[in-house]
């Protein structure tokens, strides 16, 4: 299995610009995660998924950011507009009932805004 | 409101020295509690899970432990490639959701 990919995995940007990050789970996993991670505030939850639908979208910082998964091996995560404050990096993850929930995390997309 | 609190942030060992990480956790109904390995760079690689007090999983030189309040992952005979930020999770009543703390920085000098 190829595991969780991600892409791109580095995106610099302009502040006021749209980011567009990508994920493609495990086949088979019926959940789906996006994380942020920053060295002053660890891995939060933006949103997770259940068989495409948005379940819990709480961690979610404000109207800017968006997340779909429009089909099960597929989704994405847009900020727009893009500010400084969003630079971190952002891991997808997935898991599934089978499996215990143990969630298996892609490689990651560091973004930095500027 | 469900919580992870590890200690200590940070560990520093020698090559050999053995030790043990913190988890301590509240949480309405604890569903699981996974361990994770993050190396810098990456993202957090699953290690055990654990289900019931008493309940503990060996891997190398790692051993996880539960009880009803907090978890340990015991490291014996620590080599410098065990270095890296060990995270733990707790999944509560909502399926699938994991609450993760803030991790241990470990660090095995040779």
């Keep these: ?114 | 409101e469900d919580q992870v609190t590890q200690s200590p942030e940070a560990l520093r060992l020698q090559e050999g020295e053995s030790s043990s990480l913190n988890c301590s956790y509240t949480v309405s109904g604890l569903r699981g509690l996974f361990w994770y390995r993050q190396d810098p760079g990456k993202g957090p690689e699953f290690l055990f899970t654990l289900y019931s007090a008493g309940e503990e999983k060996e891997k190398e030189r790692l051993k996880a432990t539960l009880t009803k309040k907090e978890s340990f992952l015991h490291i014996t005979a620590p080599k410098p490639e065990d270095s890296a930020t060990y995270l733990c999770a707790v999944q509560g009543p909502l399926a699938g959701k994991l609450i993760f703390g803030q991790g241990t920085e470990l660090s095995v000098k040779p």
């Design chain 1, 1 to 114: 299995d190829a595991g969780v990919i991600q892409s791109p995995r580095h995106e610099v940007t302009e502040m006021g610009q749209e980011v567009t990050l990508r994920c493609k789970p495990i086949s088979g996993h019926d959940y789906l995660f996006w994380y942020r991670q920053t060295m002053m505030r660890g891995l939060e939850l933006l949103i997770y998924f259940n068989n495409n639908v948005p379940i819990d979208d709480s961690g979610m910082p404000e109207d800017r950011f968006s997340a779909k998964m429009p089909n099960a091996s597929f989704s994405t995560l847009k900020i727009q507009p893009s500010e400084p404050r969003d630079s971190a990096v952002y891991f997808c993850a997935s898991s599934s009932l089978d499996r215990g929930y143990e969630q298996y995390f892609g490689p990651g997309t560091r973004l930095t805004v500027t």
